[in-house]
Protein backbone atom coordinates (compact mmCIF):
# COMPACT_ATOMS: atom_id res chain seq x y z
CA UNK A 1 0.00 0.00 0.00
CA UNK A 2 1.28 3.22 -0.81
CA UNK A 3 2.07 5.95 1.85
CA UNK A 4 -0.23 8.94 2.53
CA UNK A 5 1.66 12.19 2.21
CA UNK A 6 0.48 14.38 4.53
CA UNK A 7 -0.28 18.15 3.09
CA UNK A 8 1.95 21.06 3.43
CA UNK A 9 1.73 23.30 6.25
CA UNK A 10 -0.99 25.20 5.57
CA UNK A 11 -2.13 23.53 2.90
CA UNK A 12 -5.75 22.24 3.25
CA UNK A 13 -6.85 18.65 1.68
CA UNK A 14 -8.86 20.54 -1.06
CA UNK A 15 -5.68 22.71 -1.83
CA UNK A 16 -3.45 18.56 -2.29
CA UNK A 17 -5.76 17.66 -4.59
CA UNK A 18 -6.31 21.15 -6.78
CA UNK A 19 -2.17 20.97 -6.73
CA UNK A 20 -2.37 17.17 -7.55
CA UNK A 21 -4.97 17.91 -10.48
CA UNK A 22 -3.07 20.73 -11.94
CA UNK A 23 0.05 18.67 -12.64
CA UNK A 24 -1.67 15.66 -13.41
CA UNK A 25 -1.35 14.80 -17.00
CA UNK A 26 -4.26 12.50 -18.37
CA UNK A 27 -6.67 11.57 -21.43
CA UNK A 28 -9.73 11.44 -18.77
CA UNK A 29 -8.57 14.96 -16.58
CA UNK A 30 -11.96 16.20 -17.03
CA UNK A 31 -13.75 13.28 -16.12
CA UNK A 32 -11.83 13.05 -12.77
CA UNK A 33 -12.76 16.69 -12.30
CA UNK A 34 -16.45 15.68 -12.91
CA UNK A 35 -16.65 12.74 -10.84
CA UNK A 36 -14.94 14.76 -7.76
CA UNK A 37 -17.32 17.83 -8.04
CA UNK A 38 -20.42 15.12 -8.14
CA UNK A 39 -19.05 13.59 -4.87
CA UNK A 40 -18.57 16.69 -3.07
CA UNK A 41 -21.64 17.91 -4.11
CA UNK A 42 -23.62 14.89 -2.78
CA UNK A 43 -23.16 16.62 1.21
CA UNK A 44 -21.37 19.86 2.78
CA UNK A 45 -19.83 17.57 5.07
CA UNK A 46 -17.41 15.49 2.54
CA UNK A 47 -13.77 16.82 2.29
CA UNK A 48 -11.12 15.46 0.46
CA UNK A 49 -7.63 15.13 0.06
CA UNK A 50 -4.65 13.10 -1.25
CA UNK A 51 -4.67 9.15 0.08
CA UNK A 52 -2.95 6.73 -1.88
CA UNK A 53 -1.65 9.07 -4.08
CA UNK A 54 -5.03 9.62 -5.78
CA UNK A 55 -7.57 12.33 -4.95
CA UNK A 56 -9.57 10.59 -2.25
CA UNK A 57 -12.59 11.65 -0.27
CA UNK A 58 -14.26 11.82 3.62
CA UNK A 59 -16.93 12.40 5.95
CA UNK A 60 -15.91 11.40 9.49
CA UNK A 61 -12.92 8.87 7.55
CA UNK A 62 -11.84 8.18 3.93
CA UNK A 63 -14.20 6.65 1.90
CA UNK A 64 -13.58 6.85 -1.64
CA UNK A 65 -10.39 7.04 -4.21
CA UNK A 66 -10.78 7.38 -7.35
CA UNK A 67 -8.21 4.72 -9.33
CA UNK A 68 -6.97 6.50 -12.63
CA UNK A 69 -6.49 3.76 -15.10
CA UNK A 70 -5.31 4.66 -18.51
CA UNK A 71 -9.10 3.68 -20.72
CA UNK A 72 -11.34 4.53 -17.48
CA UNK A 73 -11.18 6.23 -14.18
CA UNK A 74 -12.66 4.05 -10.94
CA UNK A 75 -14.25 5.22 -7.87
CA UNK A 76 -13.23 2.61 -5.03
CA UNK A 77 -15.92 3.05 -2.27
CA UNK A 78 -14.74 1.33 0.96
CA UNK A 79 -15.23 1.71 4.77
CA UNK A 80 -11.91 3.28 5.94
CA UNK A 81 -8.38 3.10 5.83
CA UNK A 82 -8.83 0.15 8.35
CA UNK A 83 -11.95 -2.16 8.24
CA UNK A 84 -13.66 -3.16 11.66
CA UNK A 85 -15.14 -6.74 11.49
CA UNK A 86 -18.84 -4.80 11.71
CA UNK A 87 -17.91 -1.84 8.97
CA UNK A 88 -19.92 -4.13 6.42
CA UNK A 89 -23.04 -5.09 8.85
CA UNK A 90 -25.84 -3.88 7.24
CA UNK A 91 -24.25 -2.54 4.23
CA UNK A 92 -27.06 -2.63 1.23
CA UNK A 93 -26.53 -0.28 -1.24
CA UNK A 94 -29.94 0.24 -3.65
CA UNK A 95 -28.10 0.17 -7.23
CA UNK A 96 -30.91 -0.36 -9.90
CA UNK A 97 -28.47 1.25 -12.49
CA UNK A 98 -25.68 -1.65 -11.86
CA UNK A 99 -22.79 0.48 -11.35
CA UNK A 100 -21.13 -1.35 -8.34
CA UNK A 101 -18.80 -3.84 -8.78
CA UNK A 102 -18.51 -5.23 -5.58
CA UNK A 103 -14.85 -6.11 -4.84
CA UNK A 104 -15.48 -7.59 -1.37
CA UNK A 105 -18.07 -7.34 1.51
CA UNK A 106 -16.16 -4.14 2.25
CA UNK A 107 -15.57 -2.61 -1.08
CA UNK A 108 -17.08 -1.52 -4.35
CA UNK A 109 -16.16 0.33 -7.47
CA UNK A 110 -18.25 2.37 -10.08
CA UNK A 111 -16.09 2.84 -13.51
CA UNK A 112 -16.74 5.43 -15.94
CA UNK A 113 -14.88 4.97 -19.21
CA UNK A 114 -16.12 8.67 -20.46
CA UNK A 115 -17.90 11.99 -19.83
CA UNK A 116 -21.34 10.46 -21.43
CA UNK A 117 -21.59 7.54 -19.00
CA UNK A 118 -20.61 9.56 -16.34
CA UNK A 119 -23.07 12.42 -17.46
CA UNK A 120 -25.71 9.58 -18.16
CA UNK A 121 -25.23 7.71 -14.57
CA UNK A 122 -24.91 10.99 -12.38
CA UNK A 123 -28.08 10.39 -10.52
CA UNK A 124 -27.64 6.78 -9.78
CA UNK A 125 -24.05 7.56 -8.57
CA UNK A 126 -25.15 10.75 -6.42
CA UNK A 127 -27.69 7.85 -4.50
CA UNK A 128 -24.87 5.68 -4.27
CA UNK A 129 -22.50 7.50 -2.92
CA UNK A 130 -25.81 9.51 -1.01
CA UNK A 131 -26.27 5.84 0.93
CA UNK A 132 -22.86 4.92 1.04
CA UNK A 133 -21.60 7.63 3.55
CA UNK A 134 -24.83 7.17 5.04
CA UNK A 135 -24.04 3.52 6.15
CA UNK A 136 -20.12 4.72 7.55
CA UNK A 137 -22.22 8.01 9.51
CA UNK A 138 -24.25 5.38 11.21
CA UNK A 139 -21.69 2.33 11.78
CA UNK A 140 -19.02 5.27 12.96
CA UNK A 141 -21.96 6.45 15.71
CA UNK A 142 -22.40 3.17 16.75
CA UNK A 143 -18.92 1.93 17.21
CA UNK A 144 -18.52 5.05 19.46
CA UNK A 145 -21.96 4.10 22.05
Not at 65 to 90: E, P, Q
Amino acid sequence: MAATKKPAKGQTGANEVADFMQKLDHPLKAEIEAVRAIILGVSPEISEGIKWNSPSFRVNEYFATVNIRKDALLVILHLGAKVKDSSFAGLTINDPAGLLEWLGKDRAAVRFQDMKAIESNRTAFENIVRQWITHLSSNNAQENL
